[in-house]
């Protein structure tokens, strides 16, 4: 997907626990988009929301993009990867839900291609709200965190939605 940079400060603050500043546009069109994103996930979900609204059910996204921050009064940007997951997939003519092991397996694949074998970790410390308690992680790269994996809170929605976000 290619989603816009530009979303709602209260969606802006989403789906992160880093101590950094949201970038507000100084003169925005619309308080729907009046500041730039600092996590990829809010739009996809906006996306997901558009699609399960339609009728769709499975539905898998990722985007590549940049999130964008000011901490001690520089401003930074970070190229992103995220995905979001929901509904079946097909392996034969078998359909399988979608779950934390799935995306975690797509993670590791990446990982690994990547050239981080036996680098990483996940650990369920320092996690968003927005992710479920029970099913969620960070990831954490050479004792750094890069991202955050798991299922969406059910306090946001009912549906079974995998998320995965690194830096």
């Known amino acids: 997907t290619l989603s816009y940079a ?36 809010p739009s996809l979900m906006d996306i997901y929301n558009y699609n399960k609204a339609r009728g769709q059910k499975d539905i898998f996204l990722y ?3 940049k999130g964008f921050y000011k901490k001690e009064g520089k401003y930074y940007e970070e190229n992103k990867l995220a995905v979001l997951m929901t509904g079946n ?6 359909k399988i839900n979608v779950d ?3 995306i975690k397996g797509i993670l590791e694949e990446l990982l690994e291609y990547l050239g981080y074998q036996n680098r990483y970790a996940l650990t ?8 479920h ?13 890069i991202g955050i994996i798991g299922k969406v ?3 946001i929605t009912k549906d079974s ?7």
């Open 89 to 94: 997939y097909s392996v034969g003519l078998e």
């Open 133 to 145: 308690p029970g099913q969620g992680a960070s990831i954490i790269l050479n004792g750094t965190k």
């Open 100 to 102: 934390f092991y799935y």
């Open 153 to 155: 809170h059910p306090s």
């Open 6 to 41: 530009l979303i709602s400060d209260k969606e802006a603050s989403k789906y992160t626990t880093d101590d950094v500043e949201i970038v507000k546009v100084l003169d925005p069109m619309s308080n729907d988009r009046n500041s730039l994103r600092y996590s990829l996930i």
């Open 63 to 65: 985007e590549v993009g």
């Open 124 to 131: 369920v410390a320092d996690l968003p709200k927005e992710l």
């Open 161 to 167: 939605i995998y998320i995965m976000e690194i830096n």
